[in-house]
């Protein structure tokens, strides 16, 4: 596969098969995005590879935290709005997301639902946390970003599929704590990571993206 066809066929996998992914495909996935251009090369990112017991009892911990009403306590914080043109675009989103699998996430219902969904890695067999000291400037942040997307593509070379998950970050103290993560680093995002359910009704919807002419200007 080429860069381009990696690129474009990457997508965020909701549903997953129970097979786990073998230990020497997870190293390769990390080793390669580690390759990421970073700031002065300062390679702002750790990685926390989370498989077997310790996943199951992570998701039931993050379940009932939600099921008892906690209060999320991520890290970065959840955006409460957006400007108009990041607004119509979710709205599309929840949208067609919702004619194609039933999931709407307009309603809190199925926001609840979904969560779950979210805390459950999706059926994955890892998650795969990226953190780095809370210390570290945005522009680290920017670099775990590139990290991220990179992890994703090689993933997707491999056949590995993942979906980045904000949600997977809700309670950041206690996820920390419960990985032995020092409280002092920033838990950025957690990726659902393993061999996709191509058949699940989870997968069958792709978002669009706008017409390359909204985002692009040319200067001369
Ligand atoms: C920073 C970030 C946070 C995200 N958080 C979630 C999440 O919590 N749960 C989820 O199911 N998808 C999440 N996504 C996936 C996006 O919904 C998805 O990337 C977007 O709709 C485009 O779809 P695609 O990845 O299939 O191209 C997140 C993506 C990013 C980049």
Not at 28 to 38: D, L, N
Not at 91 to 111: Q, S
Not at 150 to 169: E, K, R
Request: aromatic letters at 10%; hydrophobic letters at 40%.
């Amino acid at each position: 596969m080429d860069a381009i066809e990696c690129i474009k066929s990457r997508r965020s996998i909701r549903a997953y098969k129970k097979e786990p992914v073998p230990e020497e495909v997870l190293i390769k996935i990390i080793e390669t995005a580690q390759w990421s251009p970073s700031y002065k090369n300062t390679q702002p990112w750790e990685v926390m590879i989370v498989s077997g017991k310790k996943r199951e009892g992570l998701s039931a911990l993050l379940i009932s935290l939600l099921e008892r009403g906690e209060p999320p306590c991520p890290d970065i914080p959840e955006p409460q709005s957006w400007p108009q043109t990041q607004q119509e675009r979710i709205n599309r989103l929840y949208r067609m997301r919702a004619e194609a699998t039933g999931v709407d996430l307009r309603d809190p219902e199925m926001v609840k639902k979904a969560k779950m969904a979210n805390f459950n890695f999706y059926g994955a067999p890892h998650v795969i946390y990226l953190y780095q000291d809370s210390s570290l400037p945005l522009w680290s942040l920017f670099d775990l970003g590139l990290f991220a997307q990179s992890l994703m593509l090689a993933a997707n070379a491999m056949g590995v599929a993942t979906v980045p998950q904000a949600f997977a970050t809700d309670y950041a103290r206690y996820i920390k704590e419960f990985l032995g993560i020092p409280s002092s680093k920033r838990l950025v995002l957690g990726l659902s990571t393993g061999y996709p359910d191509l058949e699940s009704r989870a997968n069958i919807f792709r978002p669009d993206r706008v017409p390359v002419n909204e985002i692009l200007r040319w200067a001369e």
